[in-house]
């Protein structure tokens, strides 16, 4: 390949200045959304500090943010009303640090440089302290992180978490599965963190939290229930098992993210053949993560002894004749609409293959209907018994 040069051609030139442009904007994007994110946070930990330290605070009290909006209004400054102010606010508290870096080291001097003074470490960090509530590896680096690959929509939604535990869960996954805000939204609305924890390895899920590790066992990200909602299917006695999988094909990239993330789809209606006869698994995948390959079959009804044995040859089938020397054991999910703990238990218990069986929704929870399922599952967990059925 020849080392044309950007002005060699009307087609070339025309080719490397839609290139520049498409970066620029890109660039200018994430320069803003950056701004925006140390702004609110420094606005934030100067309304915090105040609270805290402040001469005449007890004159405002609790109408500090309404007589600061107030004023911004008398003197023709927009975009900080009191809502506003009380996102930045919650921006400091939950992370204390977040600007930090930043605003000591000058860095944001040089974006802003008609700032008229600088605040130092020490007049935030004293006043944040007392409300700083992290992980012990949620260190300088994490929060760089954070403020740099996340935009200000995130952060905003995350600080809306209250408990720190489960805000770190999605403040990882997150940056590791490069969420949009929409997804983190879906991802919370259907309780993911309760969903992965509570149902199948806790302990993972406290270490991805406690320690910022993803999870990396099968019983740690198979999750239980899958929520399906965004297929918009109709009840579930009007729609076939073909149905369901032109569905989820047809939603493949949301679908992969419901599954959690380091799915690679591999194909469907997979064919194997064995004694002449040919036999289908549903959807194949392979997980970067865990190195195998996950067959994943639908049923529309509740779970059958039968259907374990079926997966069970299945991963069988894969595990001698497909998968690669290096690769981990096939592990096999079976979706169903419905299953019964007691069966499930005596019918995976004893096979050779892992078989995990997941209940699937077709529409978000109602609140009285997660916090029903929520201490079921919290009162199981308590009793280590296996999952009871919804």
């Given at each position: ?27 200018a ?48 400054v ?32 040089a ?27 949620q ?132 064919r ?37 044995g ?23 999910i079976?979706l ?18 892992q ?6 929704l ?29």
């Open positions: 390949m020849t080392n044309q040069q950007p002005w060699s051609s009307f087609e070339r030139l025309a080719d490397e200045l839609v290139l520049l442009q498409g970066r620029a904007r890109e660039a994007s994430r320069a803003v959304d950056e701004i925006l994110t140390l702004r609110s946070w420094l606005i934030g930990a100067w309304i915090v500090a105040f609270e805290q330290g402040g001469a005449d605070r007890a004159r405002y009290g609790e109408g500090l943010l309404a007589a600061l909006a107030a004023e911004f209004k008398r003197r023709g927009s975009g900080l009303a009191a809502s506003n102010l009380k996102n930045c606010r919650q921006l400091a508290l939950t992370w204390p640090r977040l600007g930090i870096r930043q605003t000591v080291s000058g860095e944001f001097v974006m802003l440089p008609g700032l008229i003074r600088q605040p130092s470490s020490g007049e935030f960090v004293p006043a944040l302290a007392a409300n700083a509530q992290s992980m012990p590896w260190d300088d680096a994490l929060m760089e992180r954070l403020q740099r690959e996340l935009s200000f929509s995130h952060l905003l939604e995350l600080s809306r978490i209250q408990e720190p535990l489960n805000r770190a869960f999605y403040e990882v996954q997150c940056l590791a599965q490069r969420w949009s805000v929409r997804e983190l939204k879906r991802q919370r609305d259907s309780m993911l963190f309760e969903r992965t924890g509570l149902s199948r390895d806790k302990e993972a899920v406290l270490a991805l939290a406690e320690k910022g590790r993803l999870l990396e066992s099968p019983a740690a990200i198979v999750r239980d229930p899958y929520v399906l909602e965004f297929l918009n299917l109709p009840e579930r006695d009007s729609y076939s098992e073909a149905d369901l999988e032109a569905a989820l094909l047809n939603h493949l990239q949301v679908f992969l993210l419901e599954l959690g993330g380091d799915f690679a789809f591999l194909g469907r209606q997979y194997i053949t064995v004694g002449g006869r040919h036999h289908f698994i549903d959807l194949l995948f392979f997980h970067r993560r865990l190195r195998c390959l996950i067959a994943v079959d639908l049923k529309i009804g509740r779970f059958g002894h039968e259907d374990a079926q997966m069970n040859f299945y991963l069988t089938f894969l595990r001698d004749n497909v998968a690669l020397p290096e690769e981990g054991q096939p592990i096999g079976i169903c609409a419905d299953k019964d703990a007691e069966e499930v238990h005596y019918a995976t218990g004893t096979l050779d293959n078989v995990f069986v997941s209940r699937y077709t529409q978000l929870p109602t609140e009285e209907q997660l916090r029903v399922w929520l201490a079921q599952e919290k009162e199981r967990l308590a009793r280590r018994e296996p999952p009871a059925s919804a």
